[in-house]
């Protein structure tokens, strides 16, 4: 059973767009939320992240939203670049417990 | 910055061999995972460790076993290669807290003729 469910499977944005992808989990324990980014023949790099006492979580371009009730949360990235062009997943985790669940990912295409 | 090094970016091997991934990361980072990324599936934990000589199964351990006897080394080790192991193989390092960013190498692309 997939503990972190993503989506879309694949993302295509024009230049200077807005970029939504979107997670739900199940675990209600989980108590920290990271995306990573993963450029073509690259791991996963920490991109940003979420606790769920927070609504909403900015760093430059991308923002995390955070919906606790509903056990959605969603990654944004404003005014989309070619470079933005990557896979990104969710994850969820426990803290005390240091094992992370990542969602399917979603490959974002931002066409210039 | 913390660097993982998996030994092959791509290698082939055929049904029924023992094959070995071997991964350093540079940090001193207590924690070590191995993952398999496929498309659609995304990370599935194979195995992780957070001591030397320590092991813990993930989602996904039958047909694997690791090996840690060195706080910067991981191995991964498919017992007899079979052809739904052909994978792109991830190995990642953290520190002990659980809100730890994971550093991940560059994968090691494994086929399984």
């Known amino acids: 059973q997939q503990q972190v469910k993503q989506s879309p499977q694949s993302l295509i944005v024009q230049k200077g767009g807005i970029s939504i992808i979107n997670c739900a989990y199940e675990?209600?324990?989980?108590?920290?939320f990271p995306w990573y980014q993963q450029f073509p023949g690259k791991g996963p790099a920490l991109l940003i992240a979420?606790?769920?006492?927070?609504s909403e979580k900015k760093e430059g371009r991308f923002t995390i939203s955070f919906n606790k009730s509903a056990k959605q949360f969603s990654l944004h990235i404003m005014d989309s670049q070619p470079g933005d062009s990557a896979t990104y997943f969710c994850?969820?985790?426990?803290?005390?417990?240091?094992?992370?669940?990542f969602g399917s990912g979603t490959k974002l295409n931002v066409k210039p | 910055d913390v660097k993982v090094t998996q030994s092959s970016r791509y290698l082939v091997k055929r049904t029924g061999e023992k094959v070995f991934l071997e991964c350093v990361q540079d940090?001193?980072?207590?924690?070590m995972f191995w993952y398999r990324q496929d498309p659609g599936l995304g990370l599935r934990l194979i195995y992780f460790?957070?001591?030397?000589?320590?092991?813990e199964k993930g989602d996904i351990p039958e047909g694997y076993s690791v090996s840690r006897e060195k706080k910067e080394r991981f191995s991964l080790i498919l017992e007899s290669a079979s052809t739904n192991q052909t994978s792109m193989y991830l190995c990642?390092?953290?520190?002990?807290?659980?809100?730890?960013?994971?550093?991940f190498g560059d994968g090691t692309r494994l086929s399984i003729l």
């Open positions: 979420i606790r769920p006492d927070v």
């Open positions: 990642a390092s953290s520190l002990p807290q659980g809100n730890q960013p994971q550093h």
């Open positions: 940090m001193d980072h207590e924690n």
């Open positions: 994850a969820g985790l426990r803290v005390n417990f240091n094992k992370f669940y």
């Open positions: 460790s957070y001591d030397v000589k320590m092991k």
């Open positions: 675990n209600t324990a989980f108590d920290y």
